[in-house]
């Protein structure tokens, strides 16, 4: 079946630094990824999605790249803030019913 | 404001005490779903709903109900709860019955611990 793998946390950087986290996939067909983020106590919001090979999702200074070669979606941000602390989701969607989500990786951004 | 509101948002129970935790979203969504997130684990599937009266298992549907009457809900029911269903549990909603699209609006979570 339909798998996510990503890197595990806590991911520890220092405000303005560059981050990486990186997704890979295993996937029949071609499925759409995406990448969420959970604050504190709430719930997962979509941050960026690609749906076909070579696609570049951002938002909010994040960007991933769709990459069917190796099978990846690596998240990065030129400079994290505080405020980005958080866990980050990847995720991939079958194309009908259901996203299959990686174990989340938490990042943690101090001053 | 649009937004998908769960119920309760905290609760402690007993084993085998029947109980349901309700979901309901005001954007006219098509699709519903489940998940219990738990450490190392995860968002895990419970069960989703394409439409109405349409529901299907998602990965770890054993120990739960979900009916879907009206377009608005999607209510989770543990019929006789267990320990190992401690866990935090989201609703999600999404405006198209295929989720290729990818965007789910999730709930706020209920957090449930089963004594």
């Known amino acids: 079946g339909d798998s996510v793998t990503q890197m595990e946390g806590p991911v520890t950087l220092s405000e303005e630094a560059f981050l990486t986290i990186n997704c890979t996939y295993t996937?029949?067909?071609?499925?759409?990824l995406f990448w969420y983020v959970q604050y504190p106590g709430e719930g997962l919001q979509l941050l960026l999605k690609?749906?076909?090979?070579?696609d570049k999702g951002s938002n909010k200074g994040f960007e991933a790249t769709y990459r069917k070669e190796t099978t990846s979606f690596h998240l990065e941000k030129g400079s994290v803030q505080v405020s980005d602390s958080a866990v980050y989701f990847c995720?991939?969607?079958?194309?009908?019913?259901?996203?299959?989500f990686g174990k989340g990786t938490m990042l943690l951004v101090s001053p | 404001e649009a937004q998908v509101t769960q119920n309760p948002r905290y609760l402690i129970t007993v084993t085998g005490k029947k109980l349901t935790v309700t979901c309901s979203q005001n954007?006219?969504?098509?699709?519903m779903s489940w998940y219990r997130q738990d450490p190392g684990l995860g968002l895990r599937q419970i069960y989703y709903?394409?439409?109405?009266?349409?529901?299907d298992k998602g990965d770890v549907p054993e120990g739960y109900k979900v009916s879907r009457k009206e377009k608005r809900n999607f209510p989770l029911i543990l019929e006789s709860p267990s320990p190992n269903q401690t866990s935090l549990y989201f609703c999600?909603?999404?405006?198209?019955?295929?989720?290729?699209?990818?965007?789910?609006?999730f709930g706020e979570g209920s957090r449930l611990t089963v004594l």
């Open positions: 999600a909603s999404s405006p198209r019955q295929e989720t290729n699209t990818g965007e789910l609006f």
């Open positions: 996937a029949t067909g071609y499925p759409s």
């Open positions: 690609a749906t076909k090979a070579d």
């Open positions: 995720a991939l969607s079958d194309g009908y019913s259901t996203l299959t």
């Open positions: 954007m006219n969504h098509e699709y």
């Open positions: 709903s394409m439409n109405v009266e349409v529901t």
